[in-house]
């Protein structure tokens, strides 16, 4: 039985940032193009669970055995961040969650690990892949980098779900050498001189490529897309013109928008093909870091009828993703976010960090945002309810997930006093569809475009952040629409 690609999801934050505001900030090189940039209530974990939700909408069959959730920018170190992105998508409890952290080649790591487990056992592995990138006010790092989440599902072909895109190879060459290292503590990497990071570089990835294109009993010339990343640009770009296929490297694409996504880039890359390839083409991609890794798949004759079902579902592609974005975010207020300058904190009450046992016994609630139905008269109560509000009557209710139920705007307010790092904060009512009412905090809205009955979806985010310890909930925030023309503008704001 073949194994490969089930499925695949790609998350892009809401904010970008304008490099030419860096450079008529700090009077320097600027660039062209904008970056993707985290909210201040995202992190790696919050954008995985997004790119994960993405990437199993609409999977027939079991959920996955296993997820692996790869980043160099955990939210938590000495706990499991993948537990979080478990309980987020209310995974059954067998379902393992793994970290693989510190590098961007964790990302080949857990891509790896998920085909391994699909190819051994003939189960399900979710493998996910985020990344936060920032550095110094004015490098290169900052300006040319992004943040985003990819995920994939691996598989065996069947249970209602066929294999998209089936592995033929995998090949690793690993080496020790010092191109890029960030100690613990440390917020912003160190980067070696250029020119010695690629003279490693591109024979290690062309002896990769040799023993992958072996295995997989093709040549170079037979790859139709070819897809290299990696944070060392010069290396990236001189492996997509090294190799000799005559596929056109996909290094730059999506960069002038998005920037580069570090641990996610390749997953992005992967998903992009995918939304393009046609059947029976072979698409390689290439991992540069601390070595290189190459995978090779040939896209399989069900992949158009995938991709025509994820459209139907509503399914948000990379193209997409990457058009969707409000990109006037102020530099002074990116730095805020990102820590790099430090403001006068609000004269309000510091928050208090959440109870370990009280946030254990309301996790489907706190985490997988669980409503109850009650059997007798079904009246929804969000939050949860022993008891119904409607009837009275006791212990008769059934959980139900709201997460993935979108709803409309009843009422909101716009508060300009409450502490926020992107104020105003927006307070909503939303009524679900299929019933069922909840007054939530709003992400990536605009306030001045807000409307009573503006439809709206629920995100996981971050509430706050007290003592090292992050508060994850769910918040509401505007489903993009493209304006008619008599339409009302997005409420998320400029595109």
Not at 178 to 206: A, C, H, I
Not at 361 to 369: A, H, L
Not at 395 to 413: H, I
Request: with cysteine; aromatic share 8%; net charge negative.
């Amino acid at each position: 039985m073949s194994t490969g690609i089930l499925a695949w999801g790609v998350y892009l934050p809401y904010w970008r940032l304008q490099r030419s505001a860096i450079g008529a900030t700090l009077g320097g090189p600027s660039g062209r193009g904008t970056r993707a940039v985290a909210s201040y209530d995202e992190d790696t974990t919050t954008m995985g669970v997004e790119a994960a939700r993405r990437a199993l909408v609409g999977l027939a069959g079991d959920p996955p055995d296993d997820l692996y959730f790869a980043t160099p920018a955990p939210a938590y170190l000495d706990k499991t961040n993948a537990t979080a992105v478990h309980a987020a998508l209310e995974l059954p409890p067998w379902t393992g969650a793994y970290d693989l952290l510190g590098s961007v080649r964790s990302s080949a790591a857990a891509l790896r690990a998920a085909l391994a487990q699909s190819e051994a056992g003939g189960s399900r592995g979710l493998a996910v892949l985020a990344d936060l990138r920032t550095g110094l006010a004015g490098g290169a790092e900052e300006r040319d980098s992004g943040d985003g989440a990819a995920a994939f599902v691996f598989g065996p072909d069947g249970d209602g779900a066929p294999v998209v895109a089936g592995l033929l190879a995998h090949a690793a060459v690993s080496a020790e050498f010092l191109d890029r290292w960030r100690t613990p503590g440390d917020n912003d990497s160190k980067v070696w001189e250029e020119r010695f990071g690629q003279e490693v570089y591109v024979p290690l990835v062309e002896a990769a490529s040799a023993e992958a294109f072996k295995r997989a009993g093709i040549v170079a010339a037979d790859i139709d897309h070819l897809v290299v990343s990696g944070l060392h640009v010069r290396a990236v770009q001189a492996v997509g013109r090294s190799l000799g296929t005559r596929a056109e490297a996909a290094v730059d694409a999506r960069s002038s928008v998005v920037g580069n996504l570090g641990a996610a880039q390749a997953g992005m890359l992967l998903a992009d093909t995918l939304e393009r390839a046609a059947p029976g083409e072979l698409i390689a991609v290439v991992v540069v870091a601390d070595g290189a890794d190459v995978f090779v798949f040939r896209a399989t004759d069900a992949l158009p009828a995938v991709r025509a079902d994820r459209a139907s579902r509503g399914a948000v592609t990379v193209a997409d993703s990457v058009g969707a974005g409000r990109d006037d975010l102020p530099y002074a207020r990116f730095l805020t976010w990102r820590d790099e300058l430090r403001r006068e904190p609000p004269r309000r009450p510091d928050p208090e960090r959440p109870g370990a046992p009280a946030t254990w016994r309301v996790t489907p609630w706190k985490s997988g945002f669980t409503a109850s139905d009650c059997r007798a008269c079904g009246f929804r109560h969000l939050p949860p309810s022993r008891v119904c509000l409607r009837c009275r009557t006791i212990d008769e209710m059934d959980p139900v997930r709201m997460a993935d139920v979108a709803g409309q705007v009843a009422t909101f307010t716009v508060d300009h006093l409450a502490f926020s790092p992107s104020p105003p904060v927006v307070g909503a009512v939303v009524d679900f569809d299929g019933g069922g009412r909840y007054r939530c905090e709003m992400t990536d809205v605009d306030p001045d475009r807000l409307a009573i009955g503006t439809r709206v979806e629920m995100t996981f985010r971050i509430l706050s952040t007290a003592k090292g310890v992050h508060n994850y909930f769910w918040k509401a925030r505007p489903v993009a629409t493209v304006p008619a023309d008599d339409a009302g503008p997005d409420p998320r704001g400029d595109a």
